[in-house]
């Protein structure tokens, strides 16, 4: 399926990821790989995101704040999905989203405590309950975006509701998968249609 190419050439890419994980996720390191092989002239950036949602999305704009907004794009998965639709909704940059948190406030009020990562068990942070606060800020400052936006998601995904997923994506491209899960464990499988869309340089 050939899904419309976003319209400027990106020469920036930024990957956000979700909720315990890090730069060391399955996605988060495929893409990297798929850009540094075949579009080594591509800057790629996969900051450590911090619990704090508004420290986070601090970091994200300090960290961008030199790059050619007209040739950035921006990928996310699950709470860095959110993180990404308000970063391309402030500078209108595409994004591509994987399976995106749509309601984080709603649903990361149950987490608040003691966290583990993914990817480390050994590393712990505590998720405070001012977290969420700062997710319903954001959320409630969100405004819909007419920029280019991507999106898989997974029928199968068992953390997310794809339905509202979906839902709140009303102008995006998505691509429906009818199984999968939460991860996208078959992520190799949508490396033509996610690089396509892109339009790395």
Not at 23 to 37: D, F, G, I, N, R
Not at 77 to 89: E, P, R
Not at 144 to 167: C, N, P, Q, Y
Request: proline share 6%; net charge negative.
């Amino acid at each position: 399926m050939n899904y419309m190419k976003s319209k400027a050439s990106i020469t920036h890419l930024l990957y956000l990821h979700g909720f315990r994980s890090s730069p060391q996720s399955m996605k988060a390191q495929k893409m990297a790989h798929w850009v540094h092989q075949l579009h080594p002239q591509v800057h790629w950036w996969c900051p450590q995101l911090p619990p704090s949602p508004k420290e986070a999305m601090a970091l994200i704009n300090q960290g961008t704040k030199n790059w050619p907004l007209s040739q950035t794009a921006v990928v996310g998965s699950s709470l860095g999905g959110f993180y990404a639709q308000c970063f391309a909704a402030a500078t209108g940059c595409p994004s591509v989203l994987l399976n995106p948190a749509v309601e984080p406030a709603r649903d990361l009020i149950h987490h608040v405590g003691t966290q583990q990562a993914w990817h480390d068990p050994a590393q712990s942070f505590y998720f405070q309950s001012n977290y969420v606060d700062e997710l319903e800020a954001l959320q409630n400052a969100l405004e819909s975006t007419h920029s280019e936006v991507f999106a898989i998601v997974a029928k199968g995904d068992e953390v997310l509701d794809w339905r509202e997923m979906t839902g709140h994506l009303p102008h995006a491209q998505i691509k429906l998968l009818p199984g999968s899960d939460h991860a996208l464990s078959d992520f190799e499988d949508h490396q033509d249609d996610i690089l396509n869309f892109l339009n790395l340089a």
